[in-house]
Nanobody, 123 residues
């Protein structure tokens, strides 16, 4: 089992920045690919970004150039730096862990989820 706890959400104006954090516990953090998803009201949960244990990162097209995912294996923490925020980025953001990036991006296997943190971007 992997336990994930997100923090850092909040209300920000369009064009602003936020940094989300996700603290992991329970298993060897460095063995897992980590990712961020988001779910807006009335919409399905969608993939945002992922980072492999090697540090390779992947993003959905709508956030490329604005969001950066990173990880600190010594702190068992993954981050999502969000810049140039837009109103359409408003959603509950979820941290996730899986054995591979492919499992994260396709949700084709076992994933561990955090409880989510609300991000609201006002226009």
């Amino acid at each position: 089992q992997v336990q994930l706890v997100e923090s850092g959400g909040g209300l920000v104006q369009a064009g602003g920045s936020l940094r989300l954090s996700c603290a992991a516990s329970g298993r060897t953090f460095s063995n897992y690919a980590m990712g961020w998803f988001r779910q807006a009201p009335g919409k399905e949960r969608e993939f945002v970004a992922a980072i492999a244990w090697t540090g390779s990162s992947f993003y959905t097209d709508s956030v490329k150039g604005r969001f950066t995912i990173s990880r600190d294996n010594a702190k068992n923490t993954v981050y999502l730096q969000m810049n140039s925020l837009k109103s359409e980025d408003t959603a509950v953001y979820y941290c996730a862990a899986a054995k591979t990036v492919q499992i994260l991006t396709t949700r084709s296997g076992a994933l561990y989820w955090g409880q989510g943190t609300q991000v609201t971007v006002s226009s």
